[in-house]
Nanobody, 126 residues
Framework: QLQLAESGGGLVQPGGSLRLSCAAS????????IDWFRQAPGQDREGVSC????????YYADSVKGRFTIYRDNAKNTVYLQMNSLKPEDTGVYYC???????????????????WGQGTQVTVSS
């Protein structure tokens, strides 16, 4: 069974940084495209960033472009989301996700089966 686990969330002041981790157990993360989503209170879940398998091409939502970086550490079987210059509107629960069998990102599609981690809370507040 595919299991994902996020960590690294917390409370940070505006302008601060956090690095989120998405770790896998029982399978190799590099075999899949990996998405990061977030969900703010009362809002729909939205795609934030994605990284392809194999070629490592990355994608970002306009709201985070230039501030967030997604990358893999294959030796640790982990995908990271480095978040800099955080804003209060970045607050939410962050989830990593994959679609079984898919190597390439797909504009954060929710139309196919996805596996999700349990999420990690990020709060940006002074």
């Amino acid at each position: 069974q595919l299991q994902l686990a996020e960590s690294g969330g917390g409370l940070v002041q505006p302008g601060g940084s956090l690095r989120l981790s998405c770790a896998a157990s029982g399978f190799t993360l590099n075999a899949y495209a990996i998405d990061w989503f977030r969900q703010a209170p009362g809002q729909d879940r939205e795609g934030v960033s994605c990284i392809n398998s194999l070629d490592g091409i990355t994608y970002y939502a306009d709201s985070v472009k230039g501030r967030f970086t997604i990358y893999r550490d294959n030796a640790k079987n982990t995908v990271y989301l480095q978040m800099n210059s955080l804003k209060p509107e970045d607050t939410g629960v962050y989830y990593c996700s994959l679609r079984p069998g898919y190597l390439h990102c797909s504009n954060y599609s929710l139309e196919t089966v996805r596996y999700w981690g349990q999420g990690t809370q990020v709060t940006v507040s002074s």
